[in-house]
């Protein structure tokens, strides 16, 4: 169209633009599904939700690949089985990131794992013997074997501190807990506590009490009974080298008191706790149970105590052990850790503490 003739249709009357056959063609050319707008070609597909929809799913399909830095995540077991040089992993067994390198997966960081820990591990408490009404009264248990390496706490038995326990990555150690021996009948002896263990530190069940005799030997002695029939006390239980003391001696009608970790028992008192400060404040452990003719209660700590004698079949059930373990809050938690057990933290250490058995693993 010239621009002579532009401007002669625009002051035409029997002239219009819009049914010049240039223009009708020009507008019909520019509505063809086959012409390209703006580099875009088949714009009849332009902006429809199917397009659109497929272009999204095509997106995040190219994005999700490992190529594109996608992060998967899952367990250990459940690597990528075909990865490729820089992919990255989320693994939620090690709760971190890695990444697989030209010699395998490698955690992208950590905090180191321990290579040692503190521990104190303290087995069941010895049950109190059970006496008569006459002519014999009972010993009181014996506290269960205490070891510790905490600087600042002895084991038992007057023992120093141990050396700490060194940690192997990626081996499972067992924690055994064990049970308190159970409190004699009429004229019995206590029953034995049982052994606990953290990995391959044991300690000995306490021994029981004595009903009208000698008392069990044990992690700490059983305290011996008095017989008014024979007019003699008895001696009691030996304890364990470095982890407790023997019981105390029956006499004038009385039963002896249970070794404890950190003393022999008593003419009629349990031998005395250790203090630990493992948890973060000094709590006792350990104590041998009371001697007597008459009803007793378990020795007051907070794990391992002997069970106190009394008459005519009241001897008490000795304290269940205890394994506590700690070690400094710059490294990691550990991988998996079973059992009944708390863990807590303070300012300077991670720690925790098993009231049943279980098991702990570092990566």
């Given at each position: 169209?010239?621009?002579a003739?532009?401007i002669?249709?625009?002051?035409?009357?029997?002239?219009?633009?819009?049914?010049?056959?240039?223009?009708?063609?020009?507008?019909s050319?520019?509505?063809?599904?086959?012409?390209?707008?703006?580099?875009?070609?088949?714009?009849?597909?332009?902006?429809?939700?199917?397009?659109?929809s497929?272009?999204?799913?095509?997106?995040?399909s190219?994005?999700?690949?490992?190529?594109?830095?996608?992060?998967?995540?899952?367990?250990?077991a459940?690597r990528p089985?075909?990865?490729t040089?820089?992919?990255?992993?989320?693994?939620?067994?090690?709760?971190?990131?890695?990444?697989?390198?030209?010699?395998?997966?490698?955690?992208?960081?950590?905090?180191?794992?321990?290579?040692?820990?503190?521990?104190?591990?303290?087995?069941?408490?010895?049950?109190?013997?059970?006496?008569?009404?006459?002519?014999?009264?009972?010993?009181?248990?014996?506290?269960?074997?205490?070891?510790?390496?905490v600087?600042?706490?002895?084991?038992g038995?007057?023992?120093?501190?141990?050396?700490?326990?060194?940690?192997?990555?990626?081996?499972t150690?067992?924690?055994?807990?064990?049970?308190?021996?159970?409190?004699?009948?009429?004229?019995?002896?206590?029953?034995?506590?049982?052994?606990s263990?953290?990995?391959?530190?044991?300690?000995?069940?306490?021994?029981?009490?004595?009903?009208?005799t000698?008392?069990?030997?044990?992690?700490?002695?059983?305290?011996?009974?008095?017989?008014a029939?024979?007019?003699?006390?008895?001696?009691g239980?030996?304890?364990t080298?470095?982890?407790?003391?023997?019981?105390g001696?029956?006499?004038?009608m009385?039963?002896?008191?249970g070794?404890?970790?950190?003393?022999v028992?008593?003419?009629?008192?349990?031998?005395?706790?250790?203090?630990?400060?493992?948890t973060?404040?000094?709590?006792?452990?350990?104590?041998?149970?009371?001697?007597g003719?008459?009803?007793?209660?378990?020795?007051?700590?907070?794990?391992?105590?002997?069970?106190?004698g009394g008459?005519?079949?009241?001897g008490?059930?000795?304290?269940?052990?205890?394994?506590?373990?700690?070690?400094?809050?710059?490294?990691?938690?550990?991988?998996?850790?079973?059992?009944?057990?708390?863990?807590s933290?303070?300012a300077t250490?991670?720690?925790y503490?098993w009231?049943?058995?279980?098991?702990?693993?570092?990566?």
């Amino acid at each position: 169209m010239s621009k002579a003739r532009d401007i002669s249709n625009l002051f035409s009357a029997s002239t219009t633009a819009a049914t010049d056959a240039e223009v009708t063609s020009a507008i019909s050319a520019h509505n063809s599904a086959t012409t390209s707008v703006h580099g875009i070609t088949n714009t009849a597909n332009l902006a429809t939700t199917s397009s659109v929809s497929s272009s999204i799913s095509s997106s995040i399909s190219t994005h999700n690949t490992a190529a594109n830095g996608h992060v998967g995540r899952g367990t250990t077991a459940n690597r990528p089985g075909s990865p490729t040089l820089g992919d990255l992993y989320f693994d939620t067994t090690l709760d971190n990131l890695i990444q697989y390198t030209s010699t395998g997966w490698k955690e992208i960081y950590a905090a180191p794992s321990p290579s040692t820990v503190e521990y104190l591990v303290v087995a069941g408490g010895g049950g109190g013997g059970g006496g008569t009404p006459f002519p014999g009264v009972s010993g009181g248990g014996g506290a269960g074997g205490l070891r510790s390496s905490v600087i600042g706490s002895p084991s038992g038995g007057g023992a120093s501190a141990e050396s700490a326990f060194s940690v192997t990555l990626g081996t499972t150690y067992t924690v055994t807990v064990g049970g308190g021996g159970s409190g004699g009948g009429e004229n019995t002896p206590g029953g034995n506590g049982s052994a606990s263990a953290f990995g391959s530190i044991t300690t000995v069940g306490g021994g029981g009490g004595a009903g009208s005799t000698g008392g069990n030997n044990g992690g700490s002695g059983g305290g011996g009974g008095y017989s008014a029939y024979f007019g003699q006390g008895f001696a009691g239980g030996t304890g364990t080298a470095g982890q407790g003391f023997a019981g105390g001696t029956g006499s004038n009608m009385t039963g002896a008191g249970g070794g404890g970790a950190a003393g022999v028992g008593g003419t009629t008192s349990g031998g005395n706790p250790v203090s630990s400060p493992i948890t973060g404040s000094a709590v006792n452990y350990a104590g041998g149970g009371n001697g007597g003719s008459g009803p007793g209660s378990s020795s007051n700590t907070s794990g391992g105590g002997g069970g106190s004698g009394g008459a005519a079949g009241g001897g008490k059930n000795g304290q269940a052990g205890i394994v506590i373990i700690r070690y400094a809050n710059s490294f990691k938690d550990p991988a998996a850790i079973t059992g009944t057990y708390t863990s807590s933290t303070t300012a300077t250490h991670k720690i925790y503490s098993w009231t049943s058995s279980g098991t702990i693993r570092w990566a």
